[in-house]
């Protein structure tokens, strides 16, 4: 399978385990910085070392912060001290008391803490990699150490952060699940798996960022993803060196094919049901902590006009509200550079009726026809920015105060025709019926140069203008699965879950593009007719 004709430059990988990949919290100087690597380094060959040291090497590599907590027991068998270590700001005090110390407090007096293990829960584990010790406490462990210097033991206590589990505003559905991810990876997780019963789902975990540390969920079926795609998610995704990964944001741009290309390379999405689907056609899902967002690799641009809707409805509806998604996209990148082509080049073109009626809306406005539409498509861009910024109940106002007041009162002051707000009007509406927001924001942005085409050169701007936007979709990929496809390359099979859908039981193959091991799908579903 080949990726690339020109593949992008990565980043030298160190030929560095796991544990040396693991760096240090930021101390208060780089002279503390070096000693503490150096103290945490060696504490795996230190075997004899004193738990008071081991804290003292610990509590420097965090720079003596004073969230981070250090409480000492006793324990009731040997009557020995036992060191609790933790940081206070994002661990629940609770879970630490029912977890361990009430367990600890209530053990017999001929059970000691290394048979501790197993009577407490199973978030109770014995450690002995010490280089793990900072990245254990920063995700909400609790820490046991003991006079045994040559291991010590880990609690999950974690501290409740998470909002509940709603569907997702930017991609409502009439009919189907109502569930939407959240900020929480596991529960996430738990949200996929409970549509994919299956013990072929791979949950596969990464970790990117020096100074972060965001961890990153990889998810694919064993039995049906590409094994080339996988390999190249993952390698893009390791050759990421950077101090701080905060988004998912800042991974998109680092592992998709072209950066500069207005078009995006992976699905965004925030519903459960969707990633479900994806990943039952062989695609890769990638998952990031503190986050609801999930990628979708590798896609075409047509899954960004497939909705769950059209598969919650009949056949034959899906069809025509997807054709109508998929015309829309004509229109808000076309419709304004068409009127302005029609305006100043092409008046043959308008009807014998209309002629009277647009020169009568035209002949008293000072400005040419591409100032009109700059003017009016940057003003609703800028309603749009205020609309998401503003409260919830100002949002609502602004927006009534933008299109009725503002539009009512440029056309009475004769600065815009009233054919241009229609205009303007229904790019805004065609752009905005795209299910990916992703994808939104680049039709609305790829309208801009075809007005500049059309007040240029006409309709031989427009139809430049397009054949290069094609060529572009044509030579453009997603981790090696051609954009376009299956109209380039043009595969008829593929059509059938495209431009329309053809009804379940005919949709017994997945898509030929992201060449999956296992390509045809048992969809027998109507045996009962033929019996």
């Known amino acids: 399978m080949t990726f690339f004709k020109k593949p992008r430059k990565l980043l030298e990988q160190k030929n560095t385990s796991n544990e040396d990949k693991i760096q240090e919290s930021s101390p208060s100087s780089q002279t503390d910085s070096v000693n503490t690597s150096h103290s945490l380094q060696d504490a795996n060959s230190k075997q004899n070392q004193s738990i ?80 793990k010790i900072q990245e254990l406490i920063l995700q909400s462990y609790t820490l046991i150490f003991t006079k045994d210097t040559t291991c010590y033991y880990s609690v999950f206590t974690p501290v409740k952060t998470e909002r509940d589990i709603k569907e997702p505003d930017n991609e409502a559905v009439i009919r189907g699940s109502h569930e939407g991810f959240i900020e929480s990876m596991s529960t996430n ?9 299956s013990p072929k789902l791979v949950v596969k975990y990464l970790q990117v960022g020096k100074e972060t540390h965001t961890n990153v969920a990889m998810l694919y079926m064993s039995d049906i993803a590409n094994p080339d795609v996988l390999h190249e998610v993952e390698r893009r995704i390791k050759a990421i060196e950077a101090d701080s990964v905060m988004t998912p944001g800042n991974i ?33 899902a990638l998952l990031y902590d503190s986050s609801p967002t999930v990628n979708l690799a590798p896609v075409n641009f047509f899954v960004f006009y497939q909705t769950p809707d059209d598969y919650n409805k009949r056949w034959m509806l899906g069809s025509f509200y997807r054709m109508i ?92 025709s009233n054919l241009m707000i229609i205009v303007v009007a229904t790019t805004a509406i065609a752009a905005y019926t795209v299910p990916s927001n992703e ?21 031989l701007g427009i139809v430049f203008g397009l054949i290069l936007m094609f060529f572009h979709l044509c030579r453009l990929y997603s981790f090696g699965t051609p954009y376009f496809a299956p109209l380039a390359p043009f595969k008829i099979g593929d059509l059938k879950d495209t431009i329309i859908r053809l009804p379940f039981f005919k949709m017994n193959s997945r898509p030929s593009d992201i060449t999956p091991i296992k390509k045809d799908e048992d969809n027998h579903t109507r045996k009962w007719d033929k019996s």
């Open 325 to 416: 998604r998929l015309f829309s996209f004509y229109i808000a990148i076309g419709l304004p550079a068409f009127y302005i082509a029609i305006v100043s080049f092409h008046f043959e073109v308008i009807p014998s009726a209309l002629i009277l009626l647009m020169k009568s809306s035209l002949e008293n406005i000072p400005y040419p026809p591409l100032f009109e539409a700059l003017v009016m498509e940057l003003t609703i861009e800028l309603i749009r920015e205020a609309a998401i910024r503003l409260p919830t109940r100002i949002g609502s106002t602004i927006a009534i105060v933008g299109g009725l007041v503002i539009g009512d009162a440029v056309v009475k002051a004769g600065l815009i």
């Open 252 to 284: 998109e741009e680092s592992i998709e094919d072209k950066t500069f290309s207005l078009f995006p390379q992976t699905l965004s999405t925030e519903r459960p049901d969707r990633v479900a689907a994806n990943l039952m056609e062989g695609r890769v």
């Open 52 to 131: 008071d040291d081991l804290l003292k090497d610990i509590e420097k590599s965090f720079s003596s912060s004073e969230d981070l907590m250090t409480h000492w027991i006793e324990m009731p068998a040997d009557k020995s001290r036992v060191a609790l270590i933790f940081l206070n700001s994002i661990i629940d005090k609770q879970k630490l008391q029912d977890l361990i110390l009430n367990p600890l407090f209530e053990l017999d007096k001929d059970i000691d803490l290394h048979t501790f293990e197993k009577v407490i829960n199973i978030d109770f584990k014995q450690q002995t990699d010490f280089s």
């Open 189 to 197: 997780i738990a949200l996929i798996r409970k549509r994919l019963k």
């Open 439 to 459: 994808m939104s924001l680049a039709v609305r942005l790829l309208r801009f140069p075809f007005m500049v085409a059309a007040a240029t050169f006409g309709f």
